[in-house]
């Protein structure tokens, strides 16, 4: 790996939000997260409400969420990102529950025209570790045209921090892409990406979708980045957690 230790996600451009390990934590008498700042000062994420706060490790600066644990901006018209444009956003994870037919919703979006809009993992039935990858809009558990549907399964192993990206390429006829630390695992060209995805929640509040894991880093670029910066920032962020 051997990255630059100068090197810091903020030089490169359209670093809209930084959600950074070990700072900008407020925590309530029992170590639970009631806000975490924003390293760029744009905008902070902060509790629903007290019996909804992910715990925090201080040794390890990771989130903890469980059933309804989530963090968001306040309101869901206040979002983190324009929806319809291109964006690329990171989070350094793991997932400590696998069992079958559940959901972990990493972003939560707006709803629009009755669709609910999402980033999430899907854990398949008797699939170990293999996660179906979502982004798009739903309506009831019908994924639309205006989603980029089921993407494909794979691997993120139970227990284990990876750097998820994903990269969405232009504001609308785009493609998404997710990759697991350096690789690239999910392309999808096959649907017009024109979802209005305004991202306004790390998790949710949905017991039965919620993260269920730990959340150590959380970025979000507000435009698609080449694959030489993408690349940059995984392996610091690689690097940083020591991720093999």
Do not use: C
């Not at 996660?131 to 993407?151: I, N, Q």
């Not at 785009?174 to 305004?198: F, G, M, P, R, S």
């Not at 269920?212 to 392996?235: F, H, K, P, W």
């Amino acid at each position: 790996m051997g990255l630059s230790s100068e090197f810091s996600p903020d030089s490169v451009s359209g670093l809209q939000h930084w959600f950074k390990n070990k700072e900008g934590i407020t925590t309530d008498g029992s170590d639970n997260v009631s806000t975490w700042a924003d390293e760029q000062g744009n905008q902070d994420l902060v509790q629903i409400s007290s019996a909804q706060n992910p715990a925090y490790n201080a040794g390890t600066g990771a989130l903890t969420f469980g059933d309804e644990d989530v963090l968001w901006t306040g309101s869901t018209s206040t979002h983190l990102n324009n929806g319809f444009e291109a964006h690329t956003f990171f989070i350094v994870m793991d997932i400590e529950d696998v069992s079958d037919n559940r959901t972990h919703i990493l972003f939560e979006g707006t709803t629009h025209s009755g669709k609910m809009n999402r980033v999430s993992l899907w854990k398949n039935d008797g699939n170990g570790n293999t996660f179906t990858y979502w982004y798009g809009a739903e309506s009831a558990s019908v994924y639309d045209s205006h989603g980029a549907k089921k993407l494909v399964d794979h691997p993120l192993e139970y227990g284990t921090k990876a750097v998820l990206t994903i990269h969405k390429s232009a504001a609308s006829s785009a493609t998404i892409k997710w990759y697991k630390n350096t690789n690239l695992a999910v392309t999808n060209t096959d649907v017009d990406v024109d979802v209005d995805l305004e991202v306004y929640s790390l998790s949710t509040g949905n017991a039965s979708a919620s993260i269920r894991g730990n959340v150590y880093e959380v970025l979000m670029y507000n435009t698609a980045l080449s694959t030489d910066d993408i690349a940059s920032v995984q392996n610091h962020l690689i690097d940083k957690f020591s991720i093999s």
